[in-house]
């Protein structure tokens, strides 16, 4: 709404700014109109309100982890964020939508996240097309933002290597290639947090 009005440089995100708008004015000069300062106004206490539910939801959740740190999920939500590159967040969401659920093997996970093909068969012909769309979704969008974070902050592990070394030489392929990572990553957490085993070159904060 700023941006049509031709005002930059205004940050709605302080604690003052809804105290600040009607001292904003045009590159002509203006005063912004009053309905367009009540919609403004309208939009900040929406954000607010939203910040706030979201503030209350990351508590109750350390609230929760905190009262009983060795409890199945809980204790698995704690290890994958020593993982540098993965926020409580991100961990909580993981453990909730896979890794707390009973998989029999690496296949059944990647299966169940999404991360997997969706061939397209007729006759002897065989094609992929593309990731299959009966996963887990909120899974599979965390795994492949997850990914593309790990490569910033798991630069020296063995899957990081793995990525540069199919993609380096071959433009156009990082996008195809990340989801292949988001899918290997997958199953070394879900080895991580079921056996205990440490990705290789995968550094972990020290524990608390």
């Known amino acids: 709404a700023l941006i049509r009005l ?14 600040r708008l009607e001292d904003l004015r045009t590159p002509e000069g203006e005063q912004i109109l009053p309905n367009m300062l009540a919609e403004l106004r309208r939009d900040m206490e929406r954000r607010q309100l939203i910040n706030d539910q979201i503030r209350q939801i990351e508590d109750a959740r350390l609230e929760r982890i905190e009262q009983a740190p060795g409890d199945g999920p809980n204790a698995m939500v704690l290890l994958l964020a020593r993982v540098i590159g993965v926020g409580i967040e991100t961990a909580d969401m993981l453990v909730q939508e896979v890794l707390a659920r009973n998989m029999r093997d690496r296949r059944a996970v990647a299966r169940y996240a999404g991360l997997t093909g969706s061939p397209d068969e007729s006759g002897i012909k065989r094609r992929e097309k593309g990731l299959a769309r009966s996963g887990n979704a909120r899974g599979r969008r965390g795994m492949i933002q997850l990914a593309w974070r790990f490569l910033m902050f798991q630069k020296d592990s063995t899957l990081a290597q793995w990525f540069r070394g199919r ?6 392929t990082r996008k195809i290639m990340i989801v292949a990572l988001a899918r290997k990553l997958l199953i070394a957490l879900w080895r991580l947090v079921r056996e205990g085993v440490v990705p290789d070159g995968v550094v972990l904060r020290p524990a608390q």
């Not at 993609?167 to 156009?172: I, K, L, N, Y």
């Open 6 to 19: 031709g005002i930059r440089g205004f940050n709605p995100k302080l604690k003052k700014a809804a105290g």
């Open 167 to 172: 993609t380096e030489s071959t433009r156009g």
